[in-house]
């Protein structure tokens, strides 16, 4: 039994109630927080600021635990929806002035407290996907200008690609496989890497590496772009449902190994 840090005082009970459900779950799991990581491809660090309530776990994380420890995910996703709504609350009420009580009646009528907590609500979830909508686009931005010049400076051993046509939204590069076998181990000419964890939103080499294989292996990911997306994500869970591994959508160790020894299909 893990031996958990005292949450925060000032935590909402509803979202308290969530991290302690979450806690209890990891703990029945018997899963390290790297374990965790691997299996639900949310980062260890990540797992750790959830489970000690410094920042609230999105949909996706708790739905990903709920079915790595065999609980019922509507239930908590259920607890979730409440958590998160009391969670943008808090963060609300901390744009009041402490020091002119006057300016904001402690106590506003009940007609007006759901309008007021919905528009907080609003207010708030709005400005997180903004922020993270912007923090997306700079990361695939970067990971794409780097996958470029590794691509260009390894010269003989990667085909030199053609970008695609640059839109108003963000276009990748379009990768050439050259499948050959090293070893009794598959590789396409972008990365030898077997172990690297992969999962949703990664861009680079690592990744287009990742989708020749699969396509190789009869679970084709769509284009080879490099970018790990809800299409390679399906072509990996179809790939580990066919040879017996563990179905998270994650490319982890296991993953690799099957991917590059895999038969074509």
């Not at 308290?16 to 209890?24: A, G, K």
């Amino acid at each position: 039994m893990s031996r958990w840090k005292e949450l925060p005082a000032e935590l909402h009970p509803h979202v308290r109630q969530l991290i302690v459900r979450l806690r209890r779950l990891k703990d029945r799991s018997e899963l390290s927080t790297r374990q965790l990581a691997a299996k639900t491809g949310y980062s260890a660090k990540s797992w750790q600021r959830y489970l000690n309530g410094r920042s609230l776990p999105p949909r996706e994380a708790v739905e990903a635990m709920a079915r790595v420890a065999g609980d019922d995910p509507p239930r908590l996703l259920v607890m979730h929806e409440i958590a998160a709504q009391r969670w943008a609350e808090g963060r609300a009420v901390t744009t009041d002035d402490p020091e002119n009580p006057s300016a904001t009646p402690a106590h506003p009528p009940a007609e007006q407290q759901p309008f007021r907590r919905h528009l907080r609500a609003a207010v708030t979830a709005g400005a997180v996907v903004t922020v993270l909508s912007v923090s997306v686009a700079l990361l695939l931005a970067v990971r794409l200008t780097e996958a470029r010049a590794q691509l260009a400076h390894n010269g003989g051993d990667a085909v030199t690609t053609t970008p695609a046509t640059v839109s108003a939204s963000l276009v990748p590069v379009i990768y050439t496989c050259r499948l050959e076998q090293r070893d009794g181990r598959w590789y396409a000419g972008l990365s030898r890497t077997t172990d690297l964890l992969l999962s949703n939103t990664q861009v680079g080499l690592e990744v287009a590496e990742a989708q020749c294989l699969l396509q190789r292996a009869g679970t084709a990911p769509g284009e080879i772009d490099g970018v790990f997306g809800p299409k390679t994500r399906r072509a990996v869970e179809r790939m580990q449902k066919q040879n017996g591994l563990i179905v998270n959508g994650v490319i982890d160790p296991p993953t690799w190994q099957a991917l590059r020894s895999a038969d074509a299909k």
